[in-house]
């Protein structure tokens, strides 16, 4: 196969402790194998996240949080991206930061917010594609997948693929996994999805089963790989071949 190669290490993220994930993404980028370009950590990877006002002194700036992860993207030669909740004056937001090892970095704030992060939380408004060593690659995080419109406008904007990051649930794992394929196959594109695994029990909030599942979905909606919820590393290939012939089957071509 020719094409890059993408990793996702699996994380169970604690919640609150920002010094404490960063170690985290540091050990588990650091073990990746030397042909791993792109590493994918889950929504809220550096902070992990609760609906109450401890959130706030968890939140990193987005110089904090690019300053904690260009060293990690730079000592392994890789591009990370990983999620966080954004400090950025009185605002939070649901934040991925996609971060190069030259520190030159592009940033996504979640434009669908659910739950809890409704009462907490600011939204993003702007659709964000960056370029990747998969090609044009179009930010998503977890609940924006159900969102038929979101994926339109990536179709629109010709990505290759879709990196999504995702803290769902694990009692709708199934869903996680549908909207995956459906993006791949309704875009005919990749998706690399990075969910948490693990679970969230911090005092004063309820505790949360979290589905892990990570998976690469091919750009004709069949998976090619795919975890459990252990905290292991999915790494895969991208085949461009795969996507050049998808796309001309489907008449999906420039």
């Known amino acids: 196969m020719t094409g890059p190669t993408v990793a996702v290490p699996q994380l169970a993220v604690a919640d609150l402790r920002p010094e404490r994930n960063v170690a985290s993404v540091r050990e588990r980028t650091a073990a990746l194998d030397d042909a791993v370009c792109v590493a994918l950590f889950p929504e809220y990877a550096l902070t992990g996240f609760v609906a109450d006002e401890r959130l706030g002194d968890a939140a990193l700036t987005r110089a904090e949080a690019v300053e904690y992860l260009t060293p990690i993207a730079d000592e392994n030669d890789i591009d990370l991206l990983a999620g966080y909740v954004e400090r950025d004056g009185a605002a939070l937001f649901n934040t991925a930061a996609y971060v190069r090892p030259d ?9 669908h917010l659910w739950g809890g992060e409704e009462a907490m939380l600011d939204t993003g408004t702007e659709c964000v594609v960056v370029d990747t060593p998969a090609g044009k690659t179009g930010l998503l995080t977890c609940y924006d997948l159900n969102f038929v419109a979101e ?9 290759d693929a879709l ?7 694990a009692a709708h794992s199934e869903n996680w996994r549908l909207l995956c394929r459906a993006r791949a196959l309704d875009g005919v594109r990749w998706v690399v999805g990075a969910g948490r695994t693990g679970q969230r029990d911090v005092a004063g909030t309820r505790t949360t089963q979290y589905a892990g599942r ?6 004709d909606g069949a998976v090619a790989a795919a975890l459990g919820r252990d905290e292991r590393d999915l790494v895969y290939t991208l085949d461009r071949s795969i996507l050049e012939e998808q796309r001309a089957f489907v008449g999906a071509v420039d």
């Open 103 to 111: 520190g030159s970095h592009r940033i996504y704030r979640k434009r």
């Open 151 to 159: 994926s339109a406008e990536m179709t629109e904007k010709r990505v």
């Open 163 to 169: 990196f999504v990051i995702g803290a769902w649930p």
């Open 214 to 219: 990570s998976l690469v979905v091919r750009p």
